[in-house]
């Protein structure tokens, strides 16, 4: 375990469902942070949080929504994904939101719409 | 337009081979250059270069970075199938600490 907990592990859903993935650091961080990584694709930010305010969202749909409630935990809400949503869902974790030094990234959740 | 370029994307080597990963970017108001070595699902800290000419080294492996080139490389020596993973470079920007990822060099050791 890197200090950034992700679960679940795997989720396979269907596009009406509504699933929420859950992201969870104890390293004292204060930014935190959601990506995306599709197959042969580079990493995509999706959302970063600092001090549980959100600062970036880079243009994503709105069937992903993200909560962060406090410095600790990070959510990502899923409702009415397509199947090209299919990803492995990063999050991750930095000491400074301008990631200075760097990120600790989670294990990521496996997700599969269908 | 800013991007990231990794070469080669992929690479099949036999353990005890060297190895060198390339990174080049173009990215406006550079600060620093992170490497990341991704297995299983998470990527793991390797390398944050900031000055271009120091190598950094860990164990087998090292890198290094050249502001003028715009590129790093990152070198494994004598291989292991442990070695075996996705190499992630990612710039980060000066300003707000922006930070763009390359698509990756997907490295397989072969016993």
């Known amino acids: 375990e890197t200090g950034v907990t992700q679960t679940p592990r795997h989720l396979v859903m269907g596009m009406t469902n509504k699933k929420s993935l859950k992201c969870e650091q104890h390293l004292g961080h204060n930014a935190m942070y959601w990506y995306k990584q599709s197959a042969k694709k580079p990493l995509e930010l999706m959302f970063v949080y600092s001090l549980e305010e959100r600062v970036e969202n880079n243009s994503v749909p709105s069937r992903f929504s993200p909560e962060c409630p406090n410095s600790s935990h990070l959510f990502l809400h899923l409702h009415t994904l397509q199947p090209e949503d299919s990803a492995l869902y990063l999050c991750?974790?930095?000491?400074?939101?301008?990631?200075?030094?760097?990120?600790?990234f989670g294990s990521g959740t496996r997700l599969t719409v269908v | 337009e800013d991007k990231v370029v990794q070469s080669p994307l992929s690479l099949v080597v036999h353990e005890g081979d060297t190895v060198t990963l390339n990174c080049s970017y173009e990215v406006t108001n550079f600060r620093s250059l992170l490497w990341y070595k991704q297995e299983k699902k998470a990527p793991t800290f390797l390398f944050m270069l900031?000055?271009?000419?120091i190598e950094k080294k860990s164990g087998r492996l090292s890198s290094i970075l050249d502001k003028k080139e715009l590129f790093s490389i990152l070198n494994i020596t004598a291989t292991q199938t442990g070695d075996s993973a996705v190499y992630l470079c990612?710039?980060?920007?000066?300003?707000?600490?922006?930070?763009?990822f390359g698509q990756g060099t997907e490295l397989s050791v072969k016993p």
């Open positions: 991750a974790s930095s000491q400074y939101i301008d990631r200075r030094d760097g990120y600790t």
């Open positions: 990612a710039p980060i920007y000066n300003q707000g600490g922006k930070l763009i």
């Open positions: 900031t000055s271009s000419g």
